[in-house]
């Protein structure tokens, strides 16, 4: 068993355990102890989840909606705190244009691709750097003009290079996010 720990929903739907921990309280029904959770007074909008054997946690129990499925519910759950936990990453990543930092190379990214930057770098200036580069071929998606970058790795179409960066520095696929960034970091600064 999962050790308790304050403002936790234990939910086991094999065996239809559905335990508020730090209230103490059994329910029926999973909907009985999402609702619970998101308006006990106690909760205080903030509720940690933890399904039998995963261990899901929850920053916003709003964005739960009890008419999706369980399953939809616990990718939800878990999408959402892959995204919270990555705002906590510290700045360390330098914009290649200026002195800004950021946590994520793909946030650097959309700060450039945005022409946000002080040293003028925008969107189109990304996109003729990356794909003139030798390296960064794989990354282009030649059959479809709207989605001009793909993943190597597992064939998904992105709009901007921003978009595939998000997505390889997640675990939606098994391409490695360094040489991405490698790659597209080197096509840039060749051109600053």
Known sequence: MVKARSNQLYINHDTRTYFCRSCDRHFSTENGALDHCRHAHIHRGECRISHSPPI??????????????????????????????????????????????????????????????????????????????????????????????????????????????????TDACDWDPEETFEDIENAIACNI
């Not at 930092?101 to 700060?111: D, K, L, N, V």
């Open 56 to 169: 899901i946690t929850c920053a916003s129990p709003a964005t739960m909606t009890t008419a999706l499925p369980k399953a939809s519910r616990i990718m939800m759950l878990t999408f959402t705190t892959c995204v919270h936990n990555r705002t906590h990453l510290p700045a360390n990543i330098e914009c290649l244009g200026c002195d800004r930092e950021f946590s994520e190379f793909a946030a650097m990214m959309i700060h450039l691709e945005s022409g946000t930057c002080a040293s003028g770098i925008d969107r189109d200036n990304i996109d003729n750097w990356v794909f003139e580069s030798d390296p960064c071929y794989l990354y282009g998606n030649w059959w479809e003009a709207n989605y001009k970058y793909q993943c190597p790795g597992c064939g998904n179409d992105f709009r901007f290079v921003s978009g595939l960066c998000q997505h390889v520095a």
